[in-house]
């Protein structure tokens, strides 16, 4: 695959360590009512590599949770950092040390890090990223959108090309009925959408409940072109699962997609471990 790679636009953004934001009561699609933690902060005990559904709690994030604390600059913090983006942080105690960007959560709004010593971290630490991938176009595919990732992560992915179609490994194929919250998002570059999961049963019966944060998946019959979701037959969309699952109606693992076709040029190949985590 030819990229416009050395065109593509790297840029600094600032960022900081999010508190965490409660809430509650959380209803499921029963009427449940559930009085547990929410987004945002340093999550120890749960980051990339683990299951989205190890964690009781409303879309428990990975790993550490950042936003700017100017609503409009975060916006564009949102739209322009990609997942694979070197991160360092610049303030507090642990000041030099570098993770990754590893997904963004809308509606709250986090751009989701890894960090291999997240313990050092504190609420309030500055991080800069360098937000460099939106604007990556593979100039022998035209019709295959890119958004969401940094282009050296990208050429990590064992993409293979056959027969004029790009084969992508991934460890789910999700079904176009349990898409769910995101769906109709104007702008695919600065947010994620939910798988669905109040079906349990259903999510099973794909092998959707083994998905893991940072997991590779495909989105079928799902175009996020022009806006995020849309059912198109035979379209593809490829995406990385950003943070766990949740109870409300409609809600589940979020996803942020990086790669989506409106025809058959993106073929999903069904493999046990694909993560972003083995790329880097």
Same mark, same amino acid.
């Given at each position: 695959?030819?990229?416009?790679?050395?065109?593509?636009?790297?840029?600094?953004?600032?960022?900081?360590?999010?508190?965490?934001?409660?809430?509650?009561?959380?209803?499921?699609?029963?009427?449940?009512?559930?009085?547990?933690?929410?987004?945002?902060?340093?999550?120890?005990?749960?980051?990339?590599?683990?299951?989205?559904?190890?964690?009781?709690?409303?879309?428990?994030?990975?790993?550490?949770?950042?936003?700017?604390?100017?609503?409009?600059?975060?916006?564009?913090?949102?739209?322009?950092?990609?997942?694979?983006?070197?991160?360092?942080?610049?303030?507090?105690?642990?000041?030099?040390?570098?993770?990754?960007?590893?997904?963004?959560?809308?509606?709250?709004?986090?751009?989701?890090?890894?960090?291999?010593?997240?313990?050092?971290?504190?609420?309030?630490?500055?991080?800069?990223?360098?937000?460099?991938?939106?604007?990556?176009?593979?100039?022998?595919?035209?019709?295959?959108?890119?958004?969401?990732?940094?282009?050296?992560?990208?050429?990590?992915?064992?993409?293979?090309?056959?027969?004029?179609?790009?084969?992508?490994?991934?460890?789910?194929?999700?079904?176009?009925?349990?898409?769910?919250?995101?769906?109709?998002?104007?702008?695919?570059?600065?947010?994620?959408?939910?798988?669905?999961?109040?079906?349990?049963?259903?999510?099973?019966?794909?092998?959707?409940?083994?998905?893991? #944060? &940072?997991?590779? /998946?495909?989105?079928?019959?799902?175009?996020? @072109?022009? !806006?995020? *979701?849309?059912?198109?037959?035979?379209?593809?969309? #490829? &995406?990385?699962? /950003?943070?766990?699952?949740?109870?409300?109606? @409609?809600? !589940?693992? *979020?996803?942020?997609?990086?790669?989506?076709?409106?025809?058959?040029?993106? /073929?999903?190949?069904?493999?046990?471990?694909?993560?972003?985590?083995?790329?880097?």
């Amino acid at each position: 695959m030819i990229t416009n790679k050395e065109k593509v636009v790297k840029l600094s953004i600032m960022v900081e360590v999010a508190h965490p934001v409660v809430r509650t009561p959380v209803l499921d699609g029963e009427g449940n009512a559930f009085y547990f933690p929410g987004v945002g902060g340093i999550t120890y005990n749960f980051g990339l590599g683990d299951n989205a559904f190890k964690m009781h709690g409303d879309h428990i994030e990975p790993d550490v949770s950042t936003k700017n604390s100017n609503d409009k600059l975060n916006s564009t913090c949102m739209t322009l950092a990609c997942i694979g983006n070197e991160a360092e942080v610049i303030s507090g105690d642990a000041k030099g040390m570098k993770g990754f960007v590893i997904g963004k959560h809308g509606g709250i709004n986090h751009i989701l890090v890894y960090f291999p010593e997240k313990e050092k971290l504190r609420v309030g630490d500055k991080i800069q990223i360098k937000a460099w991938g939106q604007g990556l176009e593979l100039l022998d595919y035209p019709e295959v959108k890119v958004f969401n990732i940094d282009p050296e992560l990208f050429e990590k992915l064992p993409i293979e090309e056959k027969d004029g179609k790009l084969i992508v490994p991934v460890t789910a194929e999700i079904p176009a009925h349990l898409t769910g919250s995101g769906i109709g998002s104007s702008n695919p570059a600065g947010t994620d959408y939910d798988i669905n999961t109040h079906d349990m049963e259903e999510i099973k019966r794909y092998g959707i409940d083994k998905v893991k #944060i &940072g997991d590779i /998946v495909a989105i079928k019959d799902h175009y996020s @072109g022009f !806006g995020v *979701g849309g059912f198109r037959k035979g379209a593809i969309s #490829i &995406g990385v699962v /950003v943070h766990s699952n949740c109870v409300q109606t @409609g809600h !589940g693992p *979020g996803i942020v997609v990086i790669m989506t076709s409106a025809k058959d040029l993106i /073929v999903p190949k069904k493999v046990t471990h694909m993560n972003i985590k083995e790329l880097f």
